[in-house]
């Protein structure tokens, strides 16, 4: 498959590269065993990625639960099943598992889904959710989970109250932990995080200067993309001494449920905490008229942008493909564009990135009085 194409053909496909496969732990500043086997060098990438988080709930050994891995493998579709976890994982297994028959109810520790993205798009998502028969339930706090006839029983409270949610399944999608314990980082030393993932710099570089770290092992953002990317940064500053760094405001993400969630630079409330005088427009899809057209107008857009400048800070949508209309912004952010930069632009009408056109034009315009093509 593409793991295969994509990464041990690729190996192969590099004569100067050794690969041992194993367990790595360094025994000294210098040196790496590998099951047995010492490994000498100057200078270490390390990118030993992360594992699903186990939450530390009291009886959740005692129950048979699912993460990400195993809920892909399973033979037969579940009845019902728990979803604990409200991001970007939990909701799309949530929706996944709904959309083949499986009551799904889930529960999230925060006050509302995806808490990183902006409110409106939470909110709009989880109506979306919820209008197909997801249960959801914000606020929880675990107190215990047991087993019984065969079902999963969670216990919970929501506001003071004392809830059960059972199912046939156990889904954790609490997050992941980055896969530290047992490299033996303290013998470098390089250092950690609270949450232990590495400590680096916007050079990849650790607290140690001859060893480097990238990937989900560094922590948020965990995406595969910009993982890719800061290994490169750090193979290039280790081999060649180049100085990279990784800029991660124009990093974008992306939730696969349906309507998607795209999201590129900052929040309306990271804009304010870092200083900014910030505007912001929000436009429903039911304004796109290629929306209209395949008759799916669910979601919205909204531009955060510098009051003063113009400048977009950060664009977030919750629309079906987002994550294809995305990059428009993202080169706005990275390039430092301004909202009237977008509205010079000629869109091809009728496209869903037009969104992203009219969001900034209505910074300027009533859009419900513009002719065809946002102008």
């Given at each position: 498959g593409l793991r295969k194409e994509k990464y041990s053909d690729v190996l192969r496909s590099l004569p100067s590269t050794k690969l041992f496969r194993g367990n790595a732990r360094f025994v000294s500043k210098t040196r790496v065993k590998v099951d047995g086997i010492n490994v000498d060098g100057k200078k270490f990438v390390v990118a030993t990625g992360s594992?699903?988080?186990?939450?530390?709930?009291?009886?959740?050994?005692?129950?048979?639960?699912?993460?990400?891995?195993?809920?892909?493998?399973?033979?037969?579709k579940p009845a019902s099943m728990v979803v604990l976890g409200g991001r970007a994982l939990g909701l799309e297994f949530a929706q996944m598992f709904s959309h083949m028959g499986t009551r799904v109810?889930?529960?999230?520790?925060?006050?509302?889904?995806?808490?990183?993205?902006?409110?409106?798009?939470?909110?709009?998502?989880?109506?979306?959710?919820?209008?197909?028969?997801?249960?959801?339930?914000?606020?929880?706090?675990?107190?215990?989970?047991?087993?019984?006839?065969?079902?999963k029983v969670i216990v919970a409270t929501v506001k003071g109250r004392e809830i059960e949610?059972?199912?046939?399944?156990?889904?954790?999608?609490?997050?992941?932990?980055?896969n530290t314990n047992l490299l033996g980082l303290?013998?470098?030393?390089?250092?950690?995080?609270?949450?232990?993932?590495?400590?680096?710099?916007?050079?990849?570089?650790?607290?140690?200067?001859?060893?480097?770290?990238?990937?989900?092992?560094?922590?948020?953002?965990?995406?595969?993309?910009?993982?890719?990317?800061?290994g490169a940064a750090a193979a290039e500053n280790a081999l060649l001494g180049t100085h990279r760094k990784i800029d991660f405001l124009p990093v974008p993400r992306a939730i696969f449920t349906s309507p998607q969630v795209a999201s590129v630079g900052l929040t309306e409330k990271q804009a304010h905490e870092e200083g900014y005088e910030c505007?912001?427009?929000?436009?429903?899809?039911?304004?796109?008229?290629?929306?209209i057209v395949i008759r799916d107008t669910r979601g919205l857009v909204k531009m955060v942008a510098d009051a003063s400048t113009g400048r977009i800070l950060g664009v977030h949508i919750?629309?079906?493909?987002?994550?294809?209309?995305?990059?428009?912004?993202?080169?706005?952010?990275k390039h430092k564009l301004t909202i009237d930069d977008i509205i010079d632009t000629v869109h091809v009408f009728p496209t869903m990135t037009e969104a992203i056109k009219l969001a900034a034009t209505s910074f300027r315009k009533d859009i419900d009085q513009l002719s065809c093509c946002a102008e």
């Open positions: 594992s699903p988080r186990i939450p530390s709930i009291p009886g959740i050994e005692n129950v048979g639960y699912l993460t990400n891995v195993e809920a892909l493998s399973l033979k037969n109810t889930l529960l999230q520790r925060s006050d509302r889904i995806i808490p990183k993205e902006e409110p409106e798009i939470s909110e709009a998502l989880r109506q979306y959710l919820e209008s197909e028969g997801i249960e959801i339930k914000t606020g929880v706090h675990v107190k215990r989970v047991y087993q019984t006839k065969g079902e949610a059972r199912g046939d399944e156990l889904l954790l999608a609490t997050g992941r932990d980055p303290e013998i470098v030393p390089v250092g950690l995080r609270k949450d232990g993932a590495v400590k680096v710099n916007l050079e990849m570089r650790t607290t140690a200067p001859h060893v480097w770290a990238a990937g989900d092992v560094i922590g948020e953002p965990m995406l595969e993309t910009i993982a890719a990317k800061e505007t912001c427009r929000t436009i429903p899809m039911s304004k796109v008229p290629k929306a919750l629309a079906d493909n987002a994550a294809d209309i995305i990059h428009e912004a993202v080169l706005a952010v």
